[in-house]
């Protein structure tokens, strides 16, 4: 859950479906904490701005070597700024990872 943390703004490599998807529970989590604290103590959206740009690096360095285990570039990450467009983004996410290596790295499975 925490490597994506510990890989900070590392664009390269490639990520699990597992590291991308704990990664976006605990994103999620922290989201949801900071906004009923936002919420409980009247502020504005303090807690939630502070979250949402401590986490955004890291959210899209995971996304980006999520789209490397599927083979692709990176720059695919920009289809989530188009509407109904990021619907194919999310289905890459969900796709298993290239097995074995493919031109991002290793496979972070061990498939052959």
Same mark, same amino acid.
């Given at each position: 859950?925490?490597?994506? +943390?510990?890989? =900070? ?10 590291? =991308?998807?704990?990664? !976006? @529970? ?9 906004? @009923? ?6 502020? @504005? ?9 401590? @986490? +955004? !690096?890291? #959210? *899209? ?16 990450? #920009? ?6 467009? %990021?619907?194919? +983004? +999310? *289905?890459?996410?969900? #796709? ?5 290596? %493919? ?10």
């Amino acid at each position: 859950m925490f490597e994506a +943390l510990k890989k =900070y703004a590392e664009f390269k490599g490639r990520a699990r479906r597992k590291e =991308y998807w704990l990664f !976006i @529970l605990l994103y999620s989590i922290c989201y949801f904490i900071a906004f @009923l604290i936002d919420v409980v103590s009247g502020a @504005l959206i303090i807690f939630t701005a502070i979250v949402t740009l401590g @986490l +955004l !690096i890291p #959210l *899209i360095s995971v996304g980006v070597r999520r789209l490397h285990d599927t083979d692709r570039s990176g720059w695919w990450y #920009l289809l989530g700024f188009v509407p109904f467009a %990021n619907i194919v +983004l +999310l *289905i890459f996410f969900f #796709l298993d990872g290239t097995p074995g290596e %493919n031109r991002f790295g290793p496979d972070p499975k061990g498939r052959e």
